[in-house]
């Protein structure tokens, strides 16, 4: 690899932290790549009792190779954030590769950037894509031309060797999932709503149904500034 690949994880307060320091790490072992995490205008970021600071500003990166969205609590506030939303799609219009995370998704549709696209996103908020023109795939990673999506939170680790893939072939790929042994071998079959037991779908879902109006409304007024820009 001769030219060094420039990776960009658009943070912001309320992100799921994991949505991007799982993949972070991975993209870490990828000789070449130049990392930078960065918020709107370089503000520390909160995340789940962590505070991320010395973040680059979006607005201050000209360009970048890989673009990536993680997802969060806080994906609602920016999904209406109009500088934040710019920023994305002044990126996205010379990014190699399109990306995201678990609902960093809905925050890609909210920028206009997910019509007709398959894209991936976590179970309990996918059907939400669909009001932003994009087509919710089940999958734990999708890709679609450049853009390549991760379902929910940890399929960020597998979203990030898919994309390694493609930077750089299968053998590193393998090489940096062996380095990091990552052989994940769950204790509970529990990890989608197909599989697991239903008293724990149910406990899961009531523990997200305060958050899903907000959401739901906030894809909504998004869908409408689409619709009023087109």
């Known amino acids: ?135 919710a795939d089940p999958e734990r990673v999708v890709r679609d031309g450049n853009l390549i999506t991760g379902g929910g939170v940890t399929a960020g680790i597998d979203f990030a060797l898919t994309v390694i893939e493609e930077l750089a072939g299968a053998d590193v790929a393998q090489a940096i999932q062996l380095g990091l042994e990552y052989a994940p071998q769950p204790p509970f079959n529990a990890g989608r709503p197909e599989t697991a037991p239903a008293p724990i779908l149910d406990k899961v879902n009531d523990a997200m149904a305060a958050a899903m109006p907000a959401r739901w409304e906030a894809t909504r007024r998004a869908a409408r500034r689409l619709s009023q820009d087109n």
């Open 1 to 135: 690899m001769t030219q060094t690949l420039n990776i960009v994880f658009a943070v912001y307060d309320d992100v799921t932290h994991l949505d991007f320091t799982g993949p972070h790490m991975f993209f870490a072992r990828l000789p070449g790549a130049r990392i930078q995490v960065a918020s709107l205008h370089g503000d520390p970021v909160h995340a789940d009792g962590l505070v991320f600071a010395e973040l680059a500003a979006l607005t201050d990166i000209p360009h970048c190779d890989v673009l990536c969205v993680p997802g969060g609590l806080g994906c609602v506030a920016v999904m209406e954030d109009p500088a934040y939303l710019s920023e994305l799609k002044r990126l996205a219009a010379s990014a190699r590769y399109l990306t995201s995370v678990c609902t960093g998704s809905l925050i890609l549709g909210a920028a206009g950037l997910l019509e007709g696209k398959r894209a991936a996103c976590h179970w309990a908020w996918r059907d939400m894509l669909g009001e932003l023109g994009a087509i």
